[in-house]
């Protein structure tokens, strides 16, 4: 059985930094292709970034270009989204889903106010 559980997420205030975690679990992590996604209050889920099983990345959201890092750590089978200069229109909550694989977990909520 396919598990994903985020974690990270919290209450920051603008220009600060959040770390995010997925820990997976009910498959082979060292070969899935892992993504972050989000979704803010009234608007679709939209594609952050794409990590392939080498490690090479794409930031697929410009608005995060620059900002936003994806990055795995097979051992833990973890997948991280580390935030810096966060913005108030990168509130939402956050998904990490395994290509191919169909599930979701719960995400984590990301609110950047003052």
């Known amino acids: 059985q396919v598990q994903l559980v985020e974690s990270g997420g919290g209450l920051v205030q603008p220009g600060g930094s959040l770390r995010l975690s997925c820990v997976a679990s009910?498959?082979?992590?060292?070969?899935?292709?892992m993504r972050w996604y989000r979704q803010a209050p009234g608007k679709e889920r939209e594609l952050v970034a794409t990590i392939n099983q080498l490690s090479a990345t794409t930031v697929s959201l410009d608005s995060v270009k620059g900002r936003f890092t994806i990055s795995r750590d097979n051992g833990k089978r973890t997948v991280y989204l580390q935030m810096n200069s966060l913005k108030p229109e990168d509130t939402a909550v956050y998904y990490c889903y395994a290509l191919g694989f169909g599930s979701w977990g719960q995400g984590t909520q990301v609110t950047v106010s003052s």
């Open positions: 009910g498959f082979t992590f060292s070969n899935a292709v």
